[in-house]
């Protein structure tokens, strides 16, 4: 019962009965019918016309009013306060319970119109609704495996906000009420679901025949240069809190730019599509020696990995090879310019502005990771979970890249310094092929452009 109404009447009651004490009883009895909410408060045991023939207006004018505050007393119903799901930090007024998410990612979806649905499901968590679903689909049997008290795709939808904002732990405890050690046990999950699970279906190395004449072809539109299958880059990823136990390994994973990180490299091709992987050394670590220590570097020096594509290049066997800047060692299978700073012959300085056209690739790869999943700008997850969050954005990102997802702005970075690498002595036969092969290819090129 409102307590204005209560009020009303009992401010009323009293005026009354100032005024004409002889029908106190009409209005004592009224505001009890109103009070109890019957449906006839007006209960007089005097006639109404005894009481309309009093010689005093105050019975009528008393007794109207009583009537019409009955009236809407009994009339007004009382509004059922549910709690309201908890909403973003961002006042967007998106709600993050499961019931909410429930509501949002069934029927109500796929009634929107395409570009606003998947336009909404990007700002959410860094991908179309489509391709989240996809992503579900794959994860749900491991998710549902390890007795997880969330929903598959709650706990999916989830992490990918976290790795498309760079929410912390607990920023998404709060936002979806739950404790942050569960936020951080699910993150770790999905992630390494994705790393491992999904990661042989979407990085592959292009060794069919069909997709190395695509990679190929494209890369020569691009620079002239023939059978380029892939651009290699490192980039330091960011490390939020590093704890370590003495300066010799914090200096470590101190990079170039100042900032503890962990050592990304990736190889991408002419769609800026990951074919390779690797987050194995500190920050502080050169990118030949990552490159070194990763099993890519391996097949390619044991011969494991065989692509059927050779052309011949003024007497040189030129096989499929991949390109990168001075920070990487020049082998067969791995041209680098020849020089950084554009000291060569005409042939040579054409040649490395046609390889770095190449590389820019990856550059621009690295950047369109690192602002789809900005997560990755400052890692704030432990150190021993970091790689594989890493690579669960980059099997991520092929997976736009894949969709055909629009690109966002590229993460700009620093440009790149520092010295060549000595060459190993379990490279020098690789090496000195390299150089040969590096000549061949920049004199055929200045000879090509220099007819049309």
Not at 132 to 158: G, H, Q, R
């Amino acid at each position: 019962m409102d307590e204005s109404f209560l009020l009303m009447l009992s401010n009323l009651l009293h005026l009354h009965n100032s005024l004409d004490p002889t029908t106190s009883l009409i209005f004592t009895t009224s505001t009890a019918a109103i009070t109890t909410g019957t449906s006839s408060p007006l209960q007089s045991p005097s006639s109404p016309t005894s009481l309309l023939s009093s010689s005093s207006p105050a019975p009528l004018l008393f007794l109207t009013l009583a009537a019409l505050l009955s009236f809407l007393a009994s009339s007004k119903t009382p509004k059922s306060k549910s709690p309201s799901p908890p909403q973003s930090p961002d006042n967007s007024g998106t709600p993050y319970s499961v019931s909410a998410f429930r509501a949002l990612s069934t029927d109500h979806i796929w009634s929107l119109d395409p570009p606003l649905r998947d336009a909404q499901w990007r700002s959410l968590y860094g991908l179309s609704y489509p391709v989240f679903t996809t992503v579900v689909e794959k994860l749900k049997p491991f998710i549902a495996a390890s007795n997880l008290s969330l929903p598959s795709d709650y706990a999916v939808a989830m992490v990918l906000s976290r790795l498309a904002h760079g929410y912390s732990s607990k920023t998404l405890a709060s936002r979806y009420s739950l404790e942050p050690y569960l936020i951080s046990k699910i993150t770790n999950m999905v992630t390494r679901l994705l790393a491992t699970k999904l990661y042989a279906e979407f990085v592959k190395i292009p060794v069919s025949r069909s997709r190395l004449i695509e990679t190929t072809q494209a890369f020569e539109e691009l620079t002239s240069l023939p059978n380029i299958c892939g651009a290699i880059d490192g980039s330091p990823i960011k490390i939020h809190n590093l704890r370590q136990s003495s300066d010799q390994m914090n200096n470590s994973y101190r990079c170039k730019y100042g900032y503890n990180s962990v050592l990304m490299q990736v190889v991408a091709d002419h769609k800026k599509i990951f074919w390779d992987v690797c987050v194995k050394a500190p920050g502080g670590a050169s990118d030949a020696a990552h490159l070194r220590d990763s099993l890519l570097y391996n097949r390619l020096i044991s011969g494991d990995v065989v692509w059927d594509k050779v052309i011949n290049v003024r007497g040189h066997h030129v096989r499929p090879y991949i390109v990168g800047d001075w920070s990487y060692p020049l082998l067969s299978f791995l041209m680098t310019p020849f020089s950084p700073n554009g000291m060569g012959t005409p042939a040579q300085n054409l040649f490395d502005g046609m390889l770095m056209k190449g590389r820019s690739v990856v550059v621009e790869s690295i950047g369109l990771l690192k602002r789809r999943w900005k997560i990755l700008q400052d890692l704030n997850v432990d150190l021993n979970h970091a790689p594989q969050t890493i690579v669960a954005c980059c099997v991520l990102h092929n997976l736009c890249q894949i969709a055909k997802e629009p690109e966002p702005e590229p993460w700009k970075e620093p440009d790149e310094g520092g010295p060549i690498p000595r060459v190993m002595e379990t490279e020098k036969s690789f090496h000195y092929y390299g150089e040969s092969l590096r000549q061949s290819l920049a004199d055929d090129l200045h000879q090509r452009l220099s007819l049309r």
